[in-house]
Nanobody
């Protein structure tokens, strides 16, 4: 069983920055992917960024060059540094791991608005 504690969401003006963090309880090591998805109102949940234990990463095209995902040394934490935020980044952001059949965090709201 895996549970997540997510933090760092909030409201910011366009062009601003936020850092999301996710800490997992339960066993997650470098074998597993950790990452972030997001869901905006009326839209499907979409992948934002994924981090593999090997160090490789994947980003959605819409966030490349603006967001950076990083993994803690213990591999059971993951962070998302978000810069140059746009109103279209507004969504609930969910932490995720592919261990077992997959686990999701409870979500943290990110609102980008002037």
């Amino acid at each position: 069983q895996v549970q997540f504690v997510e933090s760092g969401g909030g409201s910011v003006q366009p062009g601003g920055s936020l850092r999301l963090s996710c800490a997992a309880s339960g066993f997650i090591d470098s074998l597993y992917v950790m990452g972030w998805y997001r869901q905006a109102p009326g839209k499907q949940r979409e992948m934002v960024a994924l981090s593999r234990g090997s160090g490789s990463t994947t980003y959605a095209d819409s966030v490349k060059g603006r967001f950076t995902i990083s993994r803690g040394n213990a591999k059971n934490t993951v962070h998302l540094q978000m810069s140059s935020l746009k109103p279209e980044d507004t969504a609930v952001y969910y932490c995720y791991t592919n261990r077992d059949s997959g686990y999701w965090g409870q979500g943290t709201q990110v609102t980008v608005s002037s």
